[in-house]
């Protein structure tokens, strides 16, 4: 973005001193003002990222300079050709910021190449030619933006649902760890004796069910154990499914609370329709010790409490294990 507003800059700036350029004194001036301003903001892209207000001021600060500096060209022409300036930012607006910004970008834009299309039909005496140069710049204005608008919004659809498991509307291994990481992060209250607590949910003996009466019935028996999770624990816990039939749920939890929802959890999918039961481990660690964990803290938590599920299935399943660590 920086090197885009330099060169776009550096066009104007060369173009005070060619003969198509801006009328003498009050052109120039305004020229070389929107130089400047330009410039500031390329600087800007070029030290740091900017906030979402910075960008929107960014945007608009070079919508208007444009504006004025296609003006002021004496060479209508030419400041038809640079209403093409106007594409490309609305190419980025597309991307970063909203379709009302867009709408005011367009909009602008098409006020001035309309302005300068008069102006040139009136100069040179050629409608024809001024006509065909605006329907030129208009196809660029109105579809580029607009098109780069619906990628972004095709491809954000993409990335949202990257992360969701498709059967079921959980999050995917993938997508746990960053959620886990944001769970503990935007704890605020006292830590007492919370801990972050991952919970390994694995059903028992599911390929029966799916042998027995076909996997219809044992899709609809994982999206009713996706809602059973969901509805029997907190409302900002993070719920994913890992594979076929294993889950993992984190949460902030007081320590003598881990065994007594482990067990809710057990009993809560004992008693659904399908008839199936689970194997529950836990591990959890406490909070004070996992401010914002890394990804090989959460990986040791779901490796303790994958052994503590197994420890329950092999002593017959239908049963939780609770291993903490310190």
Not at 209 to 238: F, S, Y
């Amino acid at each position: 973005m920086a090197v885009s507003t330099v060169t776009l800059s550096s066009i104007t700036l060369a173009m005070t001193w060619s003969p198509a350029g801006p009328h003498r004194i009050f052109g120039d001036a305004t020229a070389l003002a929107a130089v400047a301003v330009c410039m500031a903001l390329a600087v800007l892209w070029a030290c740091r990222w900017p906030t979402q207000r910075q960008s929107v001021c960014y945007a608009l600060s070079v919508l208007t300079c444009t504006a004025i500096v296609c003006l002021s060209y004496s060479d209508r022409l030419f400041g038809l050709l640079g209403c093409m300036s106007f594409a490309v930012l609305g190419g980025y607006i597309a991307f970063f910021h909203s379709a009302r910004l867009l709408v005011v970008n367009l909009a602008v834009a098409s006020a001035t190449a309309l302005t300068l299309t008069i102006m040139l039909a009136a100069t040179t005496g050629d409608l024809v030619r001024a006509v065909c140069a605006f329907l030129e710049i208009a196809v660029a204005l109105g579809s580029v933006p607009f098109a780069a608008n619906a990628l972004v919004q095709n491809l954000g659809v993409d990335v949202r649902y990257s992360d969701v498991d498709p059967l079921c509307g959980l999050l995917n291994r993938r997508a746990f760890y960053p959620a886990t990481r944001a769970l503990v992060a935007a704890h605020t209250g006292p830590l007492g004796d919370r801990c972050l607590a991952i919970t390994m949910v694995d059903l028992d003996h599911f390929k029966h069910l799916n042998d027995e009466h076909g996997h219809v019935v044992g899709d609809r028996a994982l999206i009713t154990i996706a809602d059973v999770l969901r509805d029997n624990t907190d409302q900002d816990a993070v719920v994913a499914r890992i594979g076929g039939e294993e889950f993992l749920i984190a949460d902030l939890i007081a320590h003598a609370r881990i065994r007594i929802q482990a067990e809710h959890l057990r009993s809560a999918i004992a008693s659904t329709v399908f008839g199936i039961t689970a194997s529950v481990g836990v591990a959890s660690i406490p909070l004070r010790q996992a401010s914002v964990p890394r990804r090989d803290v959460i990986d040791n938590l779901i490796k303790i409490a994958d052994a503590a599920m197994y420890d329950a299935k092999r002593a017959g399943g239908d049963q939780t294990r609770h291993h903490a660590t310190t």
